[in-house]
């Protein structure tokens, strides 16, 4: 192990020296054909792939945009896919770096009699050298040199289970201009986006498939991300109570902005989408809704002459065939013939087959979404037609691997033998604030019979330490999401075992760092300490209805005959079980999309 952190340790010492050569190495020459410019970006790629750096992440777009151009939406996709991990991985890289100098200050202090609570112990000749957090991170700094490499991205994809199925949705933002004036966070006012939808079957039949997403026609309404922030910016102001407040005036207001929401909900998934959302549905679990699907493929591709991707959209048309409208079959079509007796028949048999076999209510195996900077705070899980898919966010597919890596080699990692009621520890208003909260929750936590907990005050660090460290979950029910006696960078630091349910506001929010990183949050402190997954909400959530939902999942998941076994099942599950939509969608989960289990 000391050897290894010595190695990682000098090569991390160079970043600074190989950005500098990096920036001077990328000149592109503007006077250039387009042809030339390609093989200039590729080399550059080539030459300068052994520090990801947020630079090289502008080189890989603006080597996706010509890919565009020139129609190869394969390629484009896997530009994206390294693209979108660049950032995720500067964060890690850099933080692994810190857990290095600290481990190697300590190893040089006088010795002295040390404490069981020493975040910073040293490994010893009787401590496991390898936590899956040095393997997590590991993984990633190795995967610096071969990120790029041509047959990397179908490697990846091979190591993580046949069930899976990950989509990554990116706005063509590169494509457009933006002013400086406009703050980070301020939603594109002027037009609605296009997207790339990049969707990826996992496993020994791993497939790529790419969808080109046109803007929407904004016509005289707001944009999709406009409306968007008015809405949540409604739903802040409406709970700020003063002497005029009006009970009714206020029901009223909640009202319209659920009805505001569901109809934003409905034209992403029917107007900006369109036939693309077929992209969003996991594979079927049913053998049966399986064989009959194969049954009708096998009927349509005879009168077709299909590649290996038309195919596949083929099979996901008449998989969520009454999850199309009009509109969004003939764009099918169009993709798999211009013949048009043909075409008519397709049309007719896809539509008669999602008469007689609904995809609503389908049991599906899960999903795992990867969303760029400017559309990551859109509650994706809460379309209609995502309702009880199993799903999860992650940073990018590279990571996604190595998480999966890291816990699947770990006997002991909670993702392989399931939480125990007995083991979740839990902060209860720790600020004292919440009595209301309190006197709802703390009764159902005894009759769950969970482990250790604190009510009414805030555990002191060795506490929150050895929870994440050591208990199967760790739940906290207060105010947003940062620990008063804990750090984010501390959370970093930390080899994480436990579950983390954050039941707070804004617990699942990611923040912009300016142009050029990816937005970062408590989740992604979670992530990088190589926690399995997390529960967090995107924005504020009204107290009585987090609440009243809390007790009712806990219920559903941790029950020990009827519980749902699998912890992102159970969320998504109960997802729309909240009152009010607003609150619903605001529910996440980062990381493993599955493999959780309650004994």
Not at 114 to 134: I, N
Not at 445 to 472: C, H, N, T, Y
């Amino acid at each position: 192990m000391d050897a290894h952190l010595a190695e990682v340790s000098a090569l991390l010492a160079q970043v600074g020296v190989a950005e500098r050569d990096e920036r001077q190495a990328m000149i592109i020459d503007p006077s250039q054909s387009s042809s030339d410019e390609y093989e200039q970006l590729c080399a550059i790629i080539d030459d300068n792939g052994h520090f990801l750096t947020p630079e090289l992440a502008t080189f890989l777009k603006r080597k996706c945009q010509i890919e565009l151009e020139r129609s190869e939406v394969e390629r484009a996709g896997r530009s994206l896919l390294h693209a979108q991990a660049i950032s995720f991985h500067h964060q890690t890289t850099f933080q692994q770096f810190r857990r290095i100098q600290k481990r190697q200050e300590s190893t040089q202090r006088p010795s002295i009699r040390r404490s069981h609570e020493d975040l910073f112990e040293p490994d010893t000749p009787d401590s496991p050298s390898d936590t899956p957090l040095d393997t997590l991170q590991r993984q990633i700094m190795t995967q610096q040199a071969s990120i790029l490499a041509e047959n990397h991205v179908e490697k990846v994809i091979r190591s993580l289970p046949d069930a899976w199925r990950v989509v990554q949705i990116n706005t063509q933002l590169f494509l457009q201009s933006r002013f400086k004036k406009e703050s980070s966070e301020e939603a594109i006012r002027s037009t609605n986006l296009p997207l790339l939808i990049t969707q990826i079957d996992c496993g020994q039949n791993e497939l790529v498939k790419v969808a080109e997403v046109p803007s929407v026609k904004r016509s005289d309404r707001p944009t999709i991300l406009s409306e968007f922030q008015e809405i949540l910016h409604t739903h802040r102001q409406i709970y700020t109570k003063n002497q005029k407040f009006d009970r009714v005036a206020y029901n009223q207001t909640r009202d319209e902005l659920d009805d505001r929401l569901l109809t934003l909900l409905d034209t992403i998934e029917n107007r900006w989408l369109g036939f693309a959302k077929l992209t969003l549905l996991g594979r079927p679990k049913d053998p049966e809704r399986v064989r009959l699907t194969d049954q009708a493929f096998k009927k349509c591709v005879t009168k077709l002459k299909l590649d290996h991707v038309q195919k596949s959209w083929l099979w996901n048309a008449l998989d969520g065939a009454s999850w199309l409208e009009e509109g969004h079959l003939v764009q099918v079509v169009e993709l798999l013939t211009s013949d048009k007796t043909v075409a008519k028949a397709l049309f007719k048999a896809v539509q008669e087959f999602g008469v007689n076999n609904p995809s609503a209510g389908v049991d599906r195996h899960p999903v795992v979404l990867i969303l760029d900077k400017d559309i990551q705070l859109l509650p994706w899980e809460a379309l209609p037609m995502m309702k009880n898919q199993q799903c999860s966010r992650v940073p990018s597919l590279f990571f996604l691997a190595s998480l999966y890596a890291s816990h699947h080699q770990n006997k002991a990692s909670v993702a392989k033998v399931g939480v125990n009621n007995e083991k979740i520890f839990y902060v209860l208003n720790p600020n004292n604030d919440l009595q209301k909260t309190q006197d709802r929750l703390e009764s159902p936590f005894r009759a769950l019979s969970l482990g250790e907990g604190f009510v009414g005050e805030w555990p002191s660090f060795p506490k929150i330490q050895g929870a994440l460290s050591e208990m199967d979950a760790f739940m906290y029910c207060g105010h947003g999401s940062r620990l008063k006696t804990i750090t984010s960078q501390e959370i970093e630091k930390l080899n994480i075992r436990a579950l983390p349910l954050l039941f707070g506001c804004n617990s699942g929010r990611l923040e912009r760092l300016g142009r050029t990183f990816d937005p970062t949050g408590t989740a992604s402190s979670y992530l990088i300490a190589s926690a399995p997954c997390l529960l967090g909400f995107l924005w504020s959530v009204t107290d009585l209805d987090i609440d009243t939902w809390t007790v009712e999942f806990l219920e559903h998941w941790l029950e020990k005959r009827k519980g749902q076994k699998d912890f992102v099942k159970a969320v998504a599950e109960k997802r729309h079980c909240f009152k009010r939509l607003v609150n619903s969608a605001a529910t996440v989960v980062y990381g493993l999309p599955s493999f959780f289990e309650t004994r």
